[in-house]
């Protein structure tokens, strides 16, 4: 069921995700890993499968959701939208700035398409079986 509450915990979690995965504020997985020691391999590599599995559950949840033209509509939205934004100065034109509006502007993105069956469930009644359908085989 879609609530105001549940879209926030969704985009707080994947808002969360998406910067542990890279940020230009030099504290991310990415960063983690390319400060290369031995002794923490393979906590590295636990910790880099965790997040590759749940990026991967995302990406198969909005594929299956919205296909190619809805996620490149949602795409085109969050990068437009992330120009106006800087364009209308509400960004500064840093690098560091605008790095951390597009990976908002990604994890917004991603939210969209993780709760676009909910959101239409909500709208509509209808319950997305293509998905149901897929899923079962």
């Known amino acids: 069921m879609f609530t105001w509450a549940s879209f926030l915990i969704r985009w707080l979690a994947?808002?969360?995700l998406v910067l542990a995965t890279y940020n230009p504020s030099g504290y991310s997985y990415l960063h983690w890993?390319?400060?290369w020691?031995?002794?923490q391999l393979a906590l590295k590599a636990a910790v880099g499968l965790i997040m590759a599995g749940l990026f991967w559950l995302m990406?198969?949840?909005?594929?299956l959701v919205l296909?190619?033209?809805g996620v490149l509509l949602l795409a085109g939205i969050a990068l437009s939208l992330s120009l106006t934004a800087w364009q209308l100065?509400?960004?500064p034109p840093t690098s560091a700035s605008v790095q951390f509006l597009l990976l908002v502007m990604l994890a917004t993105t991603l939210t969209?398409?993780?709760s676009y069956a909910h959101i239409r469930f909500r709208l509509t009644g209808q319950v997305q079986s293509r998905i149901l359908q897929q899923l079962q085989g």
Request: proline share 0%; aromatic share 8%; charged share 15%.
């Open 14 to 16: 994947i808002t969360a």
């Open 33 to 35: 890993l390319i400060e």
């Open 37 to 39: 020691q031995q002794e």
């Open 59 to 63: 990406l198969v949840a909005a594929w």
């Open 67 to 69: 296909r190619l033209i």
């Open 89 to 91: 100065g509400l960004v």
């Open 112 to 114: 969209f398409a993780v």
